[in-house]
């Protein structure tokens, strides 16, 4: 990185207000990263490998893919991005975060619940909404909890400086509105006062397809639209663009709650239009992804790992968009839905869009905060390159593995046993894409402990000095 | 679009509009659904779906806990829609109804496993064999269905003789001689469950195909 060395934390008064609760938030995300990915691995061992550890209960495969899937949406994407977010909010309303005392306690309540609730899906089982796997009445905490951090963000908002706001504003207000919105719903209606029927699917369909369109996405492209400008040093080429973009993004993703409902047993007129939502959603697709590559062309890429992740994120997220709306007419669905295709598609928008845009954050966000840089230089290559080829093992196997099982499954003469045996091995290369994604996740870790030892060291010396001190005049004695 | 309160007014109608469609118009819709009421060939009015009893009932939970739902779905989709029923997985297309009385609903996003919405009517008869639970690959090769032998118990083989229930086992997966291994509860109530799964029945919105006459001209 080279970028001049970042001011020191407390010579920015804002910076040490804020600088707490965002640098825990970072920091157990990270944590809830490696937890997510390591349940994640031995679920997916598990697809081929059923005999592993069969015998203790607290690992059935239905357990493990819930809990796997609740750490890393909860724990990862959603507290990382919700302190960059309030984050944002701050250092772009020119402000200091709006009670950072009770967000802090908020981020240690959340990582509790969230600690209970993964324990609670492999000992008690998943709640049986892909959307909503916790416990119920941790629910209820979990949504208190969300609720009160997104309104701190609210009231950060509140106290910005007066002048224009950004589109990075913009993206973290839409999150930080939408996820009380879903949480209260999904709470109330799949947990407090269960739907009958069918509906309990559909309000977990759009709830699901809510946290990821409205919730993280928006949050990482107010990263992405923050980042991408101030580290690249040029500003957005199209402010017009980045206004529609975002009223289009926010329009038409609240309208596919039931794309992953085609041919079920869901009324059809909320099916086709999820269907048109998600194809038009490759209108604000396109504002955004012209505006973000616009301004970052490949020559900058080599200025900082920031960028480098940020243009990750941005290319997948064109991706991804145009894989959806080709994917998501009713013809396609019949054939790849309910396969390992929606999982190609999940991937790369979580691990492919989501968490680079996230990660261009962190490594700009920490080292202002923590007033050092990263210590180890190499660490940041070696995890983005293993995160590209991982991912793209992942995406790939399980985008031709369910292509291919699709294919078979329409066809009612190939009988299901010959299906499945031909999905092994693309469920095998998942594993091992996975794996070696997994293991790109480690030197973040490291490299982010390293440095929190390097923060701690000038509180620790004295202290030890103090230690040394009284254990050399007890020796004394 | 400098103004706090015009992008929050406008956010809240958006959200308020895609809550309406996907949460309060589907409620109005679907919300007072009813079973279905009919007489059946023997004249006695029979309602479709019943509520789960006993043990079926308890087997459900099971599902849930162990996370079948993860690699089965529970809905046949319409025979333009993909190979489900040319599968035989079902007659007929699943429809709202069908879940009417589910504690929570399965309806699944994956099939890694075979659907399971016709499991019961394709057993026939026979009942469920157990032993599928604790070793799939002893009824189909090549299985990747998880197996759940912590539903099972071994146990040394009483003095009255080897239990009724005791599962017949081939192989690696035999007990110890002198063990025997039965079913719990829980293996019980899954069972029961499993084998109370079918929607084959006539329903003014999903209607059964004919019956093809064999002797028919082609």
Known sequence: MNRPAPTPACANPSCCATGLPVLYLLGGSILWLLAGLGLALLASLKQHQPWLLASCEWVTYGRLDAASRT?????????MGLGLGLWLL?????????????????????NAVLTLGVAGILVEGPSGHSSLELPGQLVTVLTVVSTALC??????????????????????????????????????????????????????GWNGQG???????????????FFIPDIGGRPLRSPAFAKLGFWAWVFFASWTGASNLVGGPVPAWMVTVSIAASVLLLIPVAFISLN?????????????????????????????????ALTSPRCAQQVLGLTQFPVALRELFLFGFVGPALF???YAVVPKLAGREFPCRLSPVAHIG?????????VLSSGVGGWLQGWALADGKIGFPEVAAHLQIWLKLHTLGLAVFALGQTPVLANSAWLLVECLLPFGKPALALFTETSTAGAGK | MNHGPVIFLGLVTTLVASWTGFVALPHRQLGALQPDISTNAAGAVVAYPAVRSGEAAQGAEVYRSLGCVACHTQQVRPENGGGDIARGWGKRRTVARDHLFDPTVQLGNSRLGPDLANYGERLGTNSFPLVRLYDPSSTATHSTCAPVPFLFEQRPIRSSGPSPEALVLKGTAAPPVGSEVVPTLRARQLAAYLRSLGTSVELPEAQLPLVEDANAPK
């Open chain 1, 360 to 362: 261009a954050g962190y």
């Open chain 1, 211 to 225: 946290l990821l369109l409205l919730w993280l996405a928006p949050l990482a492209l107010a990263s992405l639209y």
């Open chain 1, 71 to 79: 750490a890393l949406v909860h724990g990862f994407f959603s507290q």
């Open chain 1, 151 to 204: 309104l701190l963000g609210f009231a950060t908002f509140a106290k910005r400086a007066d002048g224009p706001t950004v589109p990075a504003q913009w993206f973290v207000l839409a999150a930080l509105l939408a996820l009380p919105v879903l949480m209260i719903t999904s709470q109330v209606m799949l947990s407090l006062f269960p739907e009958r029927g069918v509906l309990q699917a559909v309000i977990d």
């Open chain 1, 386 to 394: 293993l995160t590209v080829i991982g991912l793209g093992i992942m």
């Open chain 1, 292 to 324: 973000l590559h616009l301004v970052a062309p490949v020559s900058v890429l080599g200025r900082s790992t920031a960028l480098r992740f940020a243009a990750l994120s941005a290319i997948s997220f064109t991706l991804v968009g145009i894989l959806t």
């Open chain 1, 90 to 110: 701050a250092r772009t309303g020119g402000t200091k975060m709006a009670a950072p005392g009770i967000a802090f306690i908020a981020g240690l309540a959340w």
